[in-house]
């Protein structure tokens, strides 16, 4: 298949755009439908995916994911117990029949539906506002058919204790779905997000998501994101992030699975005073690919960001990281740093890795670095020499470097989660 073939495939359910529950969302639809059809298929000729090559899911024939089945025992092995909500989507379709909805005065988490019907001029101020549709395909295509989407709403000075859990379930084959998650926290809100990518059963499948979180002033988001496709998929997401006066926003991102996986991370710190930390770990073995590209936008003075990005790269993989700092002439007295930092596991595994700086201000401090290396000699004689085995040794050293993204996730059974796939995972990606 040509790569206009893939996207006249993507583009095809042209008569969804009739079935958009209101009128302002059929029209930003419609606007992103228009732009879809206006931009080219990402190739390894575009700067920004020279390290990427798509052209395995262009030659993928893909169908528009209508919604699969799935129950609730095949679902247990994800459960997150602290969760106050699950909102789980099959296919890129709301299971309602699988999830745990919250609708109280000042808290909403659930479908669009209910959160059209509950909380109207919250999802309209922010749907579709913050993921920019004019340059990103990806992102345009998901807004065009945006039917389904898992929304979080806490009112303002609400501080909610047990994480929402966000579900998305993949479960067949050679489908193309469009997730979304929009999350808005009012003013000295807060909230804790999980949201987790599995698949049952899917072969060949397209994940195409996008997230959308509002921080208005004070407001506190944190937002764990999990990326655990089936190793024969691939994975599109962009993760846009909007943040108002002394607002904070501490993000992690797990990327374990798919063929294929490309995430974007963008954040504006908007307002003076933001406060973002921002961690990432990729593990990935065999021919996978994980590309994350990220850009903080410091637009408001006194703002801080840290940013700690960690690969581990088995097999004959590649890692690729892209992160830029971005500090605009206003924005004095920011305090950023960001690091990336890599581990090749075989003679083949690949990483690269792009730290960027683009300053406009004078009254700053920030820093950028990047390492890639190998398991260290003297660390593995040492273990070897108390007795452990040489794969137990690696293994042992290989979660020692993931660990500190991991632990820092503030949900304690995710970490025990990831914990029990990452142990379980390196001795097949080294």
């Not at 919604?67 to 309602?96: C, K, M, N, W």
């Not at 990518?197 to 506190?220: C, K, Q, R, S």
């Not at 921002?278 to 996978?288: C, K, N, T, V």
């Given at each position: 298949?040509?790569?206009?073939?893939?996207?006249?495939?993507?583009?095809?359910?042209r008569h969804a755009?009739?079935?958009?529950?209101?009128d302002?969302?059929?029209?930003?639809?419609?606007e992103?439908?228009?732009?879809?059809s206006?931009?080219?298929?990402?190739t390894?000729?575009d700067?920004?995916?020279?390290?990427?090559?798509?052209?395995?899911?262009?030659?993928?024939?893909?169908?528009?994911?209508t919604?699969?089945?799935?129950?609730?025992?095949a679902?247990q092995?994800?459960a997150?117990?602290?969760?106050?909500?699950?909102l789980v989507f099959?296919?890129g379709r709301f299971?309602?029949?699988l999830?745990?909805?919250?609708?109280?005065?000042?808290v909403?988490?659930?479908?669009?539906?209910?959160?059209l019907e509950?909380r109207a001029?919250a999802?309209?101020?922010?749907?579709a506002?913050?993921a920019?549709?004019?340059a990103?395909l990806?992102?345009a295509?998901?807004t065009?058919?945006l039917?389904?989407a898992?929304v979080?709403?806490?009112?303002?000075?609400?501080?909610?204790?047990q994480?929402?859990?966000?579900?998305?379930v993949?479960?067949s084959?050679e489908t193309a779905?469009?997730?979304?998650?929009?999350v808005?926290?009012?003013?000295?809100a807060a909230?804790?997000?999980?949201?987790?990518f599995?698949?049952i059963?899917?072969i060949?499948?397209?994940?195409?998501?996008?997230?959308?979180?509002?921080a208005?002033a004070?407001?506190e988001?944190?937002h764990?994101?999990?990326?655990r496709?089936?190793?024969t998929?691939?994975?599109?997401?962009?993760?846009?992030?909007r943040?108002?006066?002394?607002a904070r926003?501490?993000?992690?991102?797990?990327?374990?699975?798919?063929?294929?996986?490309?995430h974007t991370?963008?954040?504006?710190?908007?307002?003076?005073?933001v406060?973002c930390e921002?961690?990432?770990l990729?593990?990935?073995?065999?021919?996978?690919?994980a590309?994350?590209h990220s850009?903080?936008?410091?637009?408001?003075?006194r703002?801080r960001?840290?940013?700690?990005?960690?690969t581990v790269v088995?097999?004959a993989a590649?890692?690729?990281f892209?992160?830029?700092i971005?500090?605009?002439p206003?924005a004095?007295?920011?305090d950023?740093?960001?690091?990336s930092?890599n581990l090749?596991?075989?003679?083949?595994?690949?990483?690269d890795?792009k730290?960027?700086?683009e300053?406009?201000a004078?009254?700053?401090k920030?820093?950028h670095g990047?390492t890639?290396?190998?398991?260290d000699?003297d660390e593995?004689f040492?273990?070897?020499?108390?007795?452990?085995?040489?794969?137990?040794a690696?293994?042992?050293?290989?979660y020692?470097?993931?660990?500190?993204?991991?632990e820092?996730?503030p949900?304690?059974?995710?970490?025990?989660?990831?914990e029990?796939?990452i142990l379980?995972?390196i001795?097949d990606?080294?």
């Amino acid at each position: 298949m040509s790569e206009q073939a893939f996207l006249d495939t993507l583009l095809l359910p042209r008569h969804a755009l009739q079935a958009a529950p209101s009128d302002w969302l059929k029209r930003r639809r419609a606007e992103a439908l228009e732009r879809a059809s206006a931009l080219s298929v990402p190739t390894v000729r575009d700067e920004d995916w020279r390290f990427t090559d798509l052209s395995p899911l262009y030659r993928a024939r893909l169908q528009p994911a209508t919604g699969g089945q799935t129950d609730a025992a095949a679902l247990q092995l994800f459960a997150v117990p602290e969760a106050g909500s699950r909102l789980v989507f099959v296919d890129g379709r709301f299971a309602p029949e699988l999830s745990r909805s919250v609708i109280e005065p000042d808290v909403l988490a659930g479908s669009l539906s209910q959160a059209l019907e509950r909380r109207a001029d919250a999802v309209e101020s922010a749907l579709a506002t913050v993921a920019r549709v004019d340059a990103d395909l990806f992102t345009a295509v998901n807004t065009a058919f945006l039917q389904d989407a898992a929304v979080v709403v806490i009112g303002a000075a609400r501080e909610v204790q047990q994480p929402v859990h966000v579900l998305h379930v993949a479960t067949s084959r050679e489908t193309a779905a469009h997730p979304r998650l929009l999350v808005v926290a009012r003013q000295g809100a807060a909230c804790t997000i999980v949201e987790d990518f599995v698949a049952i059963g899917g072969i060949g499948y397209l994940t195409n998501a996008v997230a959308e979180i509002v921080a208005d002033a004070g407001a506190e988001v944190r937002h764990v994101r999990i990326q655990r496709e089936a190793d024969t998929a691939f994975h599109i997401a962009n993760t846009s992030v909007r943040l108002a006066r002394e607002a904070r926003l501490r993000d992690c991102s797990v990327s374990l699975g798919a063929h294929i996986s490309r995430h974007t991370l963008s954040v504006v710190q908007e307002g003076e005073a933001v406060d973002c930390e921002i961690d990432g770990l990729a593990l990935i073995g065999g021919r996978q690919l994980a590309d994350t590209h990220s850009t903080i936008d410091h637009a408001s003075g006194r703002g801080r960001s840290r940013q700690l990005h960690k690969t581990v790269v088995g097999g004959a993989a590649h890692a690729v990281f892209n992160g830029k700092i971005f500090v605009r002439p206003r924005a004095q007295q920011t305090d950023s740093a960001q690091h990336s930092r890599n581990l090749l596991l075989s003679p083949r595994a690949q990483v690269d890795a792009k730290p960027q700086l683009e300053i406009f201000a004078d009254d700053v401090k920030c820093a950028h670095g990047a390492t890639v290396g190998r398991l260290d000699a003297d660390e593995m004689f040492y273990l070897k020499s108390r007795g452990l085995s040489e794969a137990a040794a690696r293994n042992l050293l290989t979660y020692a470097f993931a660990a500190d993204v991991v632990e820092r996730i503030p949900v304690p059974s995710v970490v025990r989660a990831i914990e029990r796939t990452i142990l379980g995972r390196i001795q097949d990606r080294q």
